[in-house]
């Protein structure tokens, strides 16, 4: 019996050592960049998370996502996933996504509002045009120096899509193409809403693609803005822009981003058979 559990007890011994001999050739599994920029618009380092495709060249150009609510833990990895697969099973090219991480996205996300109660709810809120100033004046730029780029693409959900609106509204020749998913158009009482037709009546007809969604099961509000807002695109008349809505009957606010992104790029890089 003795020699029995001796035995055994050098089994186990000579198995912990094989397993523990595979572990020391582990390493980490990477599938970005974390860069760190100074902005002296905002007076603060703001980081990036920066996905590049496999095989990354740089002396070709790509596309690139400009992703709001782009912190690890928010919606930087799941959006790269989306990308890759695009990539290898739709008509989508390589393309690199910036994440921008959150500082404070009710201060860089909203423009001004004088009602009381959003005030108070919001205490830091108001400070979009200098966020639109810091992606423009520094964010862009700083890209742009580090990498051979072509289209540029804004990805924006809830309040980063009142950001992503704004800009489009505003700003237009930032971005090609927009991605404005259940955007927080209820802001300051809808003045943004209110205020589209006559913005879009300034800018120019330049090439864009404009997706707009917004779930089912959001609140009534947030439908009703975002079937308003397309009505608006539609009205302006923009015949170089290409314009999609789309309803998602199963998703509510939480859930919408995933999926609906997924529809959106689908619009743009339908499935091609491989040759």
């Known amino acids: 019996m003795i020699k029995k559990i001796a ?6 011994f000579a198995v912990a050592c094989t397993l523990s001999a595979q572990t020391v050739a582990t390493k980490p599994l990477t599938i970005g960049e974390v860069r ?3 902005s002296k618009t905002l007076n603060e380092d703001r980081t990036l998370n920066i996905y590049l495709p496999q095989g990354y060249d740089k002396t070709k150009s790509y596309p690139v996502i400009y992703l709001l609510d782009g912190s690890i833990n928010e919606d930087f990895i799941h959006v ?3 990308v890759q697969f695009f990539n290898q099973m739709y008509s989508m090219p390589e393309t690199i996504v910036v994440g921008v ?3 404070d996205r009710k201060r860089d996300f909203t423009f001004h509002t004088d009602l009381k109660d959003l005030q108070k709810d919001y205490p830091t809120t108001g400070h979009s045009d200098k ?3 810091f992606v423009e004046k520094e964010l862009k730029p700083y890209v742009e120096s580090q990498f051979k780029t072509t289209d540029k693409y804004l ?3 809830s309040l980063g899509g009142l950001l992503a609106t704004e800009i489009l509204l505003k700003n237009p020749e930032m971005f090609d193409n927009y991605f404005i998913i259940s955007p927080s158009l209820w802001w ?3 003045s943004l809403l209110k205020q589209a037709l006559q913005l879009l009546s300034k800018s120019t007809d330049t090439k864009k693609f404009v997706y707009v969604s917004v779930g089912k099961g959001e ?5 009703k803005d975002a079937e308003a807002f397309y009505d608006v695109l539609k009205k302006a008349g923009k015949k170089n822009w290409t314009l999609e809505y789309k309803m998602m009957e199963t998703d509510n606010h939480a859930t919408i981003l995933h999926r609906s992104l997924y529809e959106g790029l689908v619009k743009m890089f339908p499935y091609q058979e491989p040759k």
């Open 101 to 103: 991480a959150n500082v």
């Open 80 to 82: 790269t996933g989306l």
């Open 188 to 190: 300051d009482d809808e």
């Open 131 to 133: 966020f639109i100033a």
């Open 36 to 38: 760190t920029i100074k």
């Open 7 to 12: 035995l055994a007890c050098s089994i186990m």
């Open 155 to 157: 990805f924006g959900q």
């Open 219 to 223: 609140h009534p509000v947030m439908v």
